[in-house]
């Protein structure tokens, strides 16, 4: 069975500043995605980020890279130049294989102060 | 803009009533998945569909809930008969499974709230 664990319920951080939210998973699947997903207060579920297991290089969309580690099983995701606009909770999720249900982590609250 | 739609957005009903939800998915996609938010179980798969056939819906209680694709462009979740513990958020997904890996778009969700 696949697990994501999410150890920060909270972080803060300072506007302008760069931010790392932790994440790590466990299975013994060889073959899967790691996404993250930013629900802000209006709780919409917005795409952020993917990584699949065989991707040699690390994920970048804009702002956002995720920090991945195999043999740690790790997929942090690095938040740079936060903006007060990425205050939300972010979810860490996991996929077996290339497509179907995600598994999701308990998430993090991240706050970003002026 | 392409997105995933979900009606209604809210609702509110009694105990034993019949709830309905309706998703319909990004034009294109052949993936469909319904997952609910609550706060002590967090987010979890209820069912999925790929194709508009269902391959999962181990995580879906089989005596009150029921999910079907009647065609490509709707997905629906019922819920008959309601009870409090339904209470939840209830999230709609679609993606696209071609040669590689699909990405899950999330819709707005409905907030159910069962009196």
Not at chain 1, 78 to 103: E, H, N, P, W
Not at chain 2, 18 to 46: A, D, K, S
């Amino acid at each position: 069975a696949q697990k994501i664990t999410q150890t920060q319920p909270g972080m803060f951080v300072q506007e302008k500043e760069a931010v790392t939210l932790d994440c790590t998973y466990d299975t013994s699947d060889q073959s899967y995605g790691l996404f993250w997903y930013k629900q802000p207060s209006s709780g919409e579920m917005i795409f952020l980020i993917y990584q699949g297991s065989y991707d040699e290089q690390n994920a970048t969309e804009g702002r956002y890279s995720l920090n991945f580690q195999k043999a740690r099983k790790s997929a942090n995701l690095v938040i740079s130049a936060s903006q007060l606009g990425d205050s939300a909770m972010y979810f860490c999720a996991m996929r077996k294989g290339s497509y179907g249900k995600l598994t999701f982590g308990q998430g993090t609250i991240l706050t970003v102060h002026p | 803009d392409a997105r995933v739609t979900q009606t209604p957005r809210h609702k509110v009903t009694e105990m034993g009533q019949e709830v309905t939800m309706r998703c319909q998915p990004i034009l294109g996609h052949n993936t469909v998945f319904w997952y609910r938010q609550t706060m002590m179980q967090g987010l979890e798969l209820l069912a999925y569909f790929r194709n508009r056939a269902p391959l999962d819906d181990s995580g879906m209680p089989k005596d009150r809930f029921s999910a079907e694709m009647p065609d490509a462009t709707l997905a629906t979740l019922k819920i008959q008969p309601s009870e409090p513990r339904d209470s939840a958020v209830y999230f709609c997904a679609s993606g696209l499974v071609t040669g590689g890996a699909d990405t899950q778009y999330f819709g707005p969700g409905t907030r159910l709230t069962v009196l």
